[in-house]
């Protein structure tokens, strides 16, 4: 427990980053995981659609500091290959 204001309010403020990152973070796996289902079940449109709505939101979570931008931009390269397959 914290001792002084000043930490009181960091572990407030921790505790208030943690809760939007990992919303940030189960979003942007939840949207990968619609495109990895599309591509299993074969439906290039709905594939194509749902990496559209990926991408972006990957690169925005690299953007808040939630992912690191190596990790975000190896997630949308390795999408963007397993939907070219279906071609």
């Known amino acids: ?5 000043s930490a009181a309010k960091r572990n407030r403020q921790s505790a ?3 809760a939007r990152n990992t919303h940030i ?8 995981k619609q495109v990895r289902e599309a591509v299993s079940a074969g439906d290039k449109a709905a594939a194509q659609a749902a990496l559209e709505k ?4 990957i690169a925005r979570t690299s953007a808040k500091g939630v992912i690191h931008k190596a990790t975000a931009s190896r ?9 070219n397959t279906l071609d």
Request: net charge positive; proline share 3%.
């Open 25 to 32: 973070r189960s979003s942007m796996r939840n949207l990968v």
């Open 16 to 18: 208030v980053r943690q």
């Open 1 to 5: 427990m914290a001792n002084h204001k």
């Open 75 to 83: 997630k949308i390269s390795r999408l963007t290959k397993l939907v």
């Open 54 to 57: 990926a991408v972006p939101y």
